[in-house]
């Protein structure tokens, strides 16, 4: 608890040196940070998401200038970019925040948005459970008022609910209905919408959920899609991401050594502060398919010593519990 105070110092006191040096780059350039409009700090907010410290500068000023302008809906959503972007327990800090700010205000659209935020801090911190009664609720509560955008982007978090337990076929079906909306929508730019980042990720679930249930003929177009959209509009930050979906295709064509070469590539083109587990766990698949079993359990070591420390996480990662367990029953390493 004390260095988490510790850490929580240092970042405070180095933020408020950074916003100095930006207010005098901003001068420089002829607009000052607290000028920005609430759409072009998300905008710098998006733009920022591998340099955590010039990120925080712009979450910051988004939550003053809502809070100076006394405007609910833009504190919502500067608050949903804090819990996107801390981890537990600011994440569910500001998630509670969110929820309070909506009720208090009694608007169905900004209790959704409360709603659907505090289900996903929830599954980000592996609450499963209760996640999944939260998005039903914003689910729900969207269908009533009519809001497309919101349905989808609910309909997208339940069916990140069901992948986690194992129910592709559902969450395919959710999906597909998320890749069509938004993918009509992505011209639409207006405060706390972001269709372009639900289109990636959704067809990004779909391409993972269409490999798992082997509809690997529709991944082919999909993947084209993507990266068409992604060279197009050069958001070179999801391109990892998709070259992680070639590895994973490759892994169950049963082509190991294109896995590998492509989960690695994209391992190496991260460019962000999150920890890439899903490339860890199919490269050591893949070796082990390959027969060479000491270079995947290097990977399964490595998924268990900074995956599962103390905590339920996701059952989808289970196979490589059951092959180190093979592994050292072949050597007679009963500790192990």
Same mark, same amino acid.
């Given at each position: 608890?004390? !260095?988490?105070?510790?850490?929580?110092?240092?970042?405070?006191?180095? /933020? !408020?040196?950074?916003?100095?040096?930006?207010?005098?780059?901003?001068?420089?350039?002829?607009?000052?940070?607290?000028?920005? @409009?609430?759409?072009?700090?998300? $905008?710098?907010?998006?733009?920022?998401?591998?340099?955590?410290?010039?990120?925080?500068?712009?979450?910051?000023?988004?939550?003053?200038?809502?809070?100076?302008?006394?405007? &609910? =809906?833009?504190?919502?959503?500067?608050?949903?970019?804090?819990?996107?972007? @801390?981890?537990?327990?600011?994440?569910?800090?500001? &998630?509670?925040?969110?929820?309070?700010?909506?009720?208090?205000? *009694?608007?169905?659209?900004?209790? /959704?948005?409360?709603? !659907?935020?505090?289900?996903? /801090?929830?599954?980000?911190?592996?609450? $499963?459970?209760?996640?999944?009664?939260?998005?039903?609720?914003?689910?729900?509560?969207?269908?009533?008022?009519?809001?497309?955008?919101?349905?989808?982007?609910?309909?997208?978090?339940?069916?990140?609910?069901?992948?986690?337990?194992?129910?592709?076929? #559902?969450?395919?079906?959710?999906?597909?209905?998320?890749?069509?909306?938004?993918?009509?929508?992505?011209? #639409?730019?207006?405060?706390?919408?972001?269709? =372009?980042?639900?289109?990636?990720?959704?067809?990004?679930?779909?391409?993972? &959920?269409?490999?798992?249930?082997?509809?690997?003929?529709?991944?082919?177009?999909?993947?084209?899609? %993507?990266?068409?959209?992604?060279?197009?509009?050069?958001?070179?930050?999801?391109?990892?991401?998709?070259?992680? @979906?070639?590895?994973?295709?490759?892994?169950?064509?049963?082509?190991?050594?294109?896995?590998?070469?492509?989960?690695?590539?994209?391992?190496?083109?991260?460019?962000?502060?999150?920890? $890439?587990? /899903? #490339?860890?766990?199919?490269?050591?698949?893949?070796?082990?398919?390959?027969?060479?079993?000491?270079?995947?359990?290097?990977?399964?070591?490595?998924?268990? *010593?900074?995956?599962?420390?103390?905590?339920?996480?996701?059952?989808?990662?289970?196979?490589?519990? #059951?092959?180190?367990?093979?592994?050292? %029953?072949?050597?007679?390493?009963?500790?192990?």
């Amino acid at each position: 608890m004390e !260095i988490n105070k510790i850490k929580y110092l240092i970042i405070k006191h180095l /933020t !408020i040196i950074l916003l100095f040096l930006f207010h005098i780059q901003f001068n420089a350039q002829g607009k000052k940070l607290e000028d920005l @409009s609430f759409l072009e700090l998300e $905008h710098k907010i998006d733009s920022s998401y591998n340099k955590k410290e010039e990120l925080w500068i712009y979450i910051n000023q988004y939550i003053k200038k809502s809070k100076d302008e006394k405007n &609910s =809906e833009a504190l919502i959503y500067a608050y949903r970019y804090a819990s996107g972007y @801390s981890f537990y327990p600011e994440n569910l800090k500001y &998630s509670d925040s969110i929820l309070f700010i909506a009720q208090k205000n *009694k608007d169905h659209k900004l209790i /959704t948005e409360s709603l !659907i935020n505090r289900s996903y /801090t929830l599954m980000d911190n592996f609450m $499963h459970k209760e996640a999944l009664k939260y998005i039903i609720k914003a689910n729900t509560v969207a269908s009533k008022i009519g809001d497309q955008y919101l349905i989808n982007k609910s309909k997208y978090f339940i069916a990140q609910n069901k992948i986690y337990l194992g129910l592709n076929s #559902e969450a395919n079906k959710e999906l597909k209905s998320c890749v069509k909306y938004f993918r009509s929508n992505l011209k #639409e730019n207006k405060l706390g919408v972001d269709n =372009e980042l639900f289109y990636m990720y959704s067809i990004l679930s779909l391409i993972d &959920s269409n490999s798992k249930i082997k509809n690997h003929k529709e991944n082919v177009s999909l993947l084209n899609e %993507a990266f068409y959209y992604i060279k197009k509009n050069n958001l070179k930050e999801y391109y990892p991401y998709f070259v992680s @979906s070639l590895g994973t295709e490759a892994y169950y064509h049963n082509n190991f050594n294109s896995a590998i070469k492509y989960l690695q590539k994209s391992l190496d083109s991260y460019n962000d502060q999150w920890p $890439h587990y /899903t #490339e860890i766990f199919y490269i050591g698949l893949s070796y082990w398919k390959l027969g060479n079993k000491k270079e995947a359990v290097k990977y399964f070591e490595k998924l268990d *010593k900074e995956y599962y420390i103390g905590v339920n996480r996701n059952p989808q990662y289970r196979p490589a519990y #059951e092959l180190l367990i093979e592994y050292y %029953a072949s050597k007679n390493n009963t500790d192990k």
